[in-house]
């Protein structure tokens, strides 16, 4: 081979080289980056998807255009599943249970509560009964302890008004899980399947988020002759948004702050905001801080969801 073609080989193969170097970072490096100018949001599937779908994909056109970023909602299979996509960045905010937040936060640090909404700040959970276990409404806690021996369903195992905070009334009443039928409570996954496993006679009891249940009345969900409400807790602070750490970086100084009061800012008066707030079912969102939820964490920990 002469001097002239062993020239030309390594021509060849250097430009072959270069060309798949290009071609290796133009298909990595734009996935990052889109990755990284993407808000990506979340939340815990708490009740059917196709609501979840409608609630976020307006929420989501509705932030795009008041912060002038792509907003993506990026829906998860369950409550873990949530935490666990905070923790790694794949969702950057994130609609949490009292119980969720808290564990996201804790193995998220620097992240942040931005906001919840003014039903929030005193939630409630409800027991309901089908009505052939003979169950009716209790007029004090103390009779809780009629739960036990009987076939009682929570909600997702990691749901604060589906499972925390009932079965912490419930311990604080003398009814430990053990004595229920079974050895135990079973978990329907969301509060909409709770009432659906109540209402056909499954279980005797369930306990769910009380703004789901009168949401299903007013729906014409619930058949009164089947099931109804025989005792609500005390309130609880609940449901909040929660942020990771670092959008700052991403999207530019101050974008947390503009984030917080793009949710602060959702109103009725215009069409989003009150689809929006219609369907998470309050009439604001009101700002909220890690502080509202050391209850929460005290109680995660007494049960053994915190550790």
Known sequence: ????????????????????????????APQNDAKQTVLQIGAIPDQNPEKLNRLY?????????????????????????????????????????????????????????????????????????NGASGLRPFTSADQLVELKGRRLAFGSESSTSGRLMPQFFMGENGVKPEDLAGGGPGFSGSHDATIAVV???????????????????????????????????????????????????????????KLQTALLDLSAETQNGAAILELFGAERFIPAKDEDYVMIETVGRQLGKIR
């Not at 081979?1 to 990595?28: F, H, K, N, Q």
């Open 1 to 28: 081979m002469s001097v002239r073609e062993r020239r030309a080989v390594m021509a060849t193969g250097l430009i072959a080289g270069l060309t798949l170097t290009a071609s290796v970072s133009s298909c990595g």
């Open 57 to 129: 994909g307006t929420l989501s056109e509705e932030l795009s255009g008041k912060l002038d970023v792509p907003v993506r909602y990026v829906p998860v299979n369950n409550y873990a599943a949530a935490v666990s996509a905070f923790r790694s960045g794949s969702l950057d905010l994130v609609w949490f249970g009292g119980l969720t937040g808290v564990q996201a936060r804790l193995q998220t640090p620097g992240a942040r509560v931005l906001a919840q909404r003014d039903i929030d700040a005193e939630f409630t959970s409800v027991f309901i009964a």
């Open 199 to 257: 209402q056909s006679g499954a279980y005797e009891v369930g306990a769910l988020n009380e703004q789901v249940w009168r949401s299903n009345v007013a729906d014409g969900r619930i058949d009164p002759g089947k099931v109804s409400v025989i005792w609500r807790t005390p309130p609880y602070v609940d449901y909040h948004w929660v942020v990771r750490p670092g959008l700052d970086e991403r999207f530019g100084d101050g974008f947390t702050d």
